[in-house]
């Protein structure tokens, strides 16, 4: 029977009763934990019987040093809940820690004992948790039942104790899984913006908050224009699915799919998007480009690519390789002649000619070969294209051109 | 396929009055059997669904009977839950040692996924009996093992409590000839670089592209060319699989066509055949050749699928992408491939492995790295995935290369409230929780990364890289070798270093003085936290090359879309 005496100068027996439960819990790194976390003492031949693994064993060798005159058990009965116990131990009284087997017992005494505000039971059960800390296998043990038996409130106290507020952060974060509701999940996320993560996660939960406001509000008002049918591109391209809880760049895509004329101050337009959550210029043009392709609209590429210099002359720039724009727009089916001006910017000359082939733009392969100087090849190449095409014709006078001084 | 299947098959089960199946989920069933019986592991996820079914019923006044039955054990902590649920009283417990399940000749599955998760990350010792147990039943078997080498926290607590098992049982295996003469325990992590890697091997590919599950695996319409679905057995018992399925698989689609012809010309033999012959023909060849036939005809779409998702997903850029970070070539480059694979929502899985093995092979990203690839995964991939990178932090797959101020912090702190003897240990505790990888140092020391004068030749590979395009030799595969090769670990004390020790080698050999030269040849190799089918196949061609013979022994089969699938927190 494991008990504790509390009043005036029991810390010290606190601790020793506590320390008994170093038999058990005991965990040198070189030795093998012997008590595996069911309770089962690991190797033992009785299996029927469940013991409990943080009282019994071992507790034996030390109760006859705590022994107490027998007036103080007058009144004992072993059938006190915690609130009860804590009580009577508040009160000097002899009270048997036995019936709270469970570690669940257990902790549920530690929350009685916190709300009974005295410092002295909360050290004794604190003692406790503190020989846990020092055993780094129970203590894991003990964080992932928690977990495992979703008791939120004692997970949260324990790490709170610990010092681990990073993870206390985390674990109240990660209970937004579990509601459906977007609005509850707002307010939910909205709360957990002040907890102690650290810098950064803190405005990533920020911007999850915000991500998901946003959400709310386009998905309300494009639920509206569906409905009233007055809009071309909803009529053209009905909504697949809603946009909530979807990640920022699926939110961004969808915006420059059904809001890219948008002027930066509604909440659905691309650019305030790219404003609000300080997206990169090289994922802003990726996935622009994706969605323009997607609508076929091919002026809006051409714009995305146009800048124009101090001197008023336009040019075409990519924060993103121009290979990667020549696939998107082929896999969109976008027509060669449009493919083909992407595939002329193209730096690296090797890809540039594999792209090309690859995607039939011939007059670029045919322009590479002359420039490159490659007879050879470009004889090769004259049975790709059609007999008697425009293309077959360019090859044949680049040919016969006697001016060319070709390199083999 | 579930290791129940591979047991008692839906028909089995009917003919013993079983009258439906169900998957134990959040959700009630509608049946009218009066007894329902759950076969299930202990998990206590799974105890609350149980005690919501028995509820409800009791809710609707149904009366029914409840048997649960844990496999391969009941902890307590269900029964606890059960209790608390008020239905322990209603149902009644049992256990089914199952251990062991036998997927091939040569690989033995715990079936126990699970593992890698609660022990790598969470900690939880739960299943370390389970594989006490497993060894315990091979031994008794197969045994006695002369010797035993491992290396790992956990592989080392389960050869210890499987010792002690043994010591007390009272089995006398005295005198019995052993068949396994020798075991090597391993833990995943000391190797997380080949689980990452993706798999060039048939076998392996066919997991990475279509998920193997306790051997047996799904081909969709796009296999089969035409609208069904069909479940294969991928076993040694196929003839054309196990031929190919430790093949690179350069070297696959040659040999199928090869194959194809020959069967093409056996077909057409029968064009100069009189009746006598015909007849012979169809009752003796025509079966066999039919099931050649089939088999082929899958293998060959498999491969077709497979060729046809990767160059849709830019398979060649990737794996030279893992190739550099395998050398340790280009890292820059590499960063900014795995930057725009993220970008480009490619697929959220893919995108965390490649950044787990730039991770684990540079000893963690550098910190302006680490913030911007997960700024950037996040906005692709989902906010929530913060939680993921907490985990991978945590498992020590996914680090940042700081000078650990976090963790000093944390560490002082706690030290104030215990005495310095346990200070130490809490040190200790933490330094193993944010384990430095030193891949360079161990990949130099072991030659890990084979020096090649022309092309390797993936056909006749002369060493285990060719399980990987000849880029890389597996590390826990090389490791096997050389302990093997000098039968202890002498002589491997800097490698060992670099991984973190917690190796050991013991001989016991109790009354055996001259044990059986087969059973020497004999390797028990037991992976806690997963084995990938590119490692089996490394160590199968060792095995041909040094004439061992390996037996693998697995908590599970795994690769990296699991490993990176185990890390992802999904609803509570």
């Not at chain 1, 076929?296 to 993103?320: C, E, H, M, Q, S």
């Not at chain 1, 190449?381 to 060319?404: F, H, M, P, W």
């Not at chain 2, 699970?114 to 939880?124: A, C, M, S």
């Not at chain 2, 020096?451 to 030799?473: Q, T």
Request: aromatic share 10%; hydrophobic share 35%.
């Amino acid at each position: 029977m494991l008990t504790i005496h509390c009043g005036q100068n029991h810390l010290k027996e606190s601790k020793r009763a506590v320390n008994s439960l170093r038999d058990i819990v005991d965990d040198d790194d070189d030795d093998l934990e012997k008590v595996s976390w069911s309770g089962d003492p690991v190797g033992s031949k009785c299996r029927s019987t469940p013991s409990y693994s943080l009282s019994d064993t071992g507790v034996k060798n030390y109760a006859p040093e705590l022994r107490r005159p027998k007036a103080e058990y007058k009144d004992y009965s072993s059938d006190w809940s915690p609130k009860d116990t804590v009580r009577r131990m508040q009160r000097g009284k002899v009270c048997s820690l036995e019936r709270f087997r469970s570690l669940q017992d257990k902790l549920v005494l530690l929350d009685e004992a916190v709300a009974g505000h005295d410092g002295n039971i909360i050290t004794a059960v604190k003692i406790l948790f503190q020989e846990l800390e020092v055993r780094q296998v129970a203590l894991c043990h003990l964080i992932h039942f928690l977990k495992e038996t979703s008791e939120q409130k004692l997970l949260l106290d324990l790490l709170r104790f610990l010092d681990r507020t990073e993870e206390v952060a985390l674990s109240q974060y990660r209970e937004h899984l579990n509601i459906q509701d977007v609005e509850k999940r707002r307010e939910f996320l909205k709360g957990c913006i002040g907890l102690p993560f650290s810098a950064e996660d803190t405005s990533h939960v920020q911007d999850h908050y915000t991500l998901l406001e946003r959400q709310i509000i386009i998905e309300a008002n494009d639920r509206h224009l569906e409905t009233a049918g007055q809009s071309e591109i909803f009529r053209k391209y009905p909504r697949k699915a809603s946009i909530l809880n979807m990640p920022l760049v699926t939110t961004l895509f969808y915006s420059c799919f059904y809001h890219y004329t948008e002027a930066e101050g509604t909440f659905s337009s691309p650019t305030n998007l790219k404003k609000t959550f300080k997206i990169p210029d090289k994922q802003y043009v990726l996935t622009a480009l994706a969605a323009r392709a997607k609508l076929r609209a091919w002026n809006d590429v051409d714009a995305l690519f146009t800048t124009k210099n101090w001197l008023g002359y336009t040019k075409k720039k990519a924060p993103i390789g121009f290979h990667r724009v020549v696939e998107i727009l082929q896999r969109n089916n976008a027509p060669v002649q449009v493919l083909q001006e992407y595939v002329r910017l193209v730096e690296d000359v090797e890809t540039q000619l594999n792209l090309a082939t690859k995607y039939k733009c011939h007059d670029v392969v045919i322009d590479t070969y002359r420039d490159l100087k490659d007879r050879i090849q470009l004889a090769a190449y004259r049975c790709k294209v059609e007999r008697g095409s425009a293309e077959e014709e360019k090859i044949d006078s680049i040919l016969n051109n006697t001016q060319i001084r070709w390199k083999n | 396929m579930s290791p129940l299947d591979r047991i008692a098959n839906v028909s089995i089960l009917k003919q013993h009055e079983v009258d439906k199946l169900y998957k134990v989920e959040n959700r009630p069933t509608s049946s009218t059997s009066d007894q329902f019986c759950f076969l299930v592991r202990p998990r206590i996820k799974t105890m609350k669904y149980i005690a919501d079914i028995i509820n409800a019923d009791k809710m609707a006044g149904r009366s029914r009977k409840y048997k649960i039955i844990f496999s391969p054990q009941k902890f307590y902590a269900c029964e606890m839950v059960l209790e608390e649920e008020g239905v322990f009283g209603d149902v009644s417990c049992d256990e089914w040692s199952f251990y062991l399940l036998p997927l091939d000749d040569d690989i033995i599955s715990m079936e126990l996924p699970e593992f890698f998760r609660d022990y790598f990350l969470e900690g939880d010792h739960r299943w370390i009996n389970c594989v006490a147990r497993a060894l315990q039943l091979l031994n008794s078997l197969y045994g006695p093992f002369s010797k035993a080498y491992g290396i790992g926290r956990c592989a080392k607590m389960s050869y210890e409590l499987w010792r002690d098992l043994e010591e007390e049982s009272e089995s006398d295996s005295q005198g019995r000839k052993p068949e396994i003469g020798n075991i090597f325990l391993m833990d995943r992590d000391t190797d997380y670089v080949t689980a990452l890697c993706s798999q060039v091997v048939y076998e392996g590919l066919v997991d990475d592209t279509f998920r193997i599950k306790c051997g047996s695996v799904d081909f969709g319409p796009d296999v089969t060319s035409s609208d069904k679905s069909i479940k294969v057995l991928l076993n040694s018992q196929d003839k054309v699989f196990s031929q190919i399925r430790n093949e690179h698989f350069s070297s696959v689609f040659g040999f199928l066509s090869q194959k194809s012809r020959n069967l093409q010309a056996q077909y057409d033999r029968r064009r100069g055949m009189d009746i006598k012959q015909m007849k012979n023909f169809v009752s003796q060849e025509l079966k066999g050749l039919k099931q050649e036939h089939r088999l082929l005809s899958l293998h060959i779409g498999a491969c077709e699928s497979i060729m046809k998702k990767k160059t849709k997903q830019d398979f060649q850029e990737m794996i030279k992408t893992e190739h550099s970070l395998l050398e340790g070539f280009d890292i820059r480059e590499s960063t900014s491939f795995i930057e725009e694979h993220i970008d480009r929502q490619v697929s959220p899985i893919e995108s965390l492995r490649l950044m787990c093995l730039l991770s684990i092979t540079e000893n963690g990203l550098i910190p302006k790295d680490y913030r911007s690839l997960k700024t950037q995964y996040l906005q692709s991939y989902g906010p929530e995935h913060l939680l993921t990178f907490h985990n991978l932090k945590r498992i020590g797959l996914l680090t940042e290369q700081s000078p650990g101020e976090t963790l000093t912090a944390v560490e002082s702190k706690v030290s104030k409230l215990v005495t310095d003897r346990a200070a130490g240990k809490i040190t200790d505790a933490f330094n193993s929780l944010a384990r430095k990888s030193n891949f360079r140092g161990i990949s130099k020391k072991l030659g890990l990364i084979p020096r090649v004068d022309g092309e390797y030749d993936l056909k006749m590979p002369r060493d285990m890289a060719y399980v990987f395009s000849g880029a890389y030799i597996p590390l826990s595969c090389k490791i096997i070798e050389q302990v093997l090769e000098r039968k202890s670990w002498l002589g491997l004390e800097e490698v060992l270093r670099l991984l973190n020790g917690n190796e050991f080698s013991v001989t016991e050999s109790a009354g055996e003085d001259s044990p059986a030269w087969e059973s020497q040849r004999i390797i028990l190799t037991v992976f806690l936290g997963g084995c990938t089918f590119s490692e089996i196949a490394a160590l199968r061609f060792l095995g041909k090359e040094k004439g061992y013979k390996f037996i693998f022994l697995t908590t599970a089969i795994t690769n990296s879309a699991r490993m990176m699938e185990a890390m992802i927190e999904t609803k509570a």
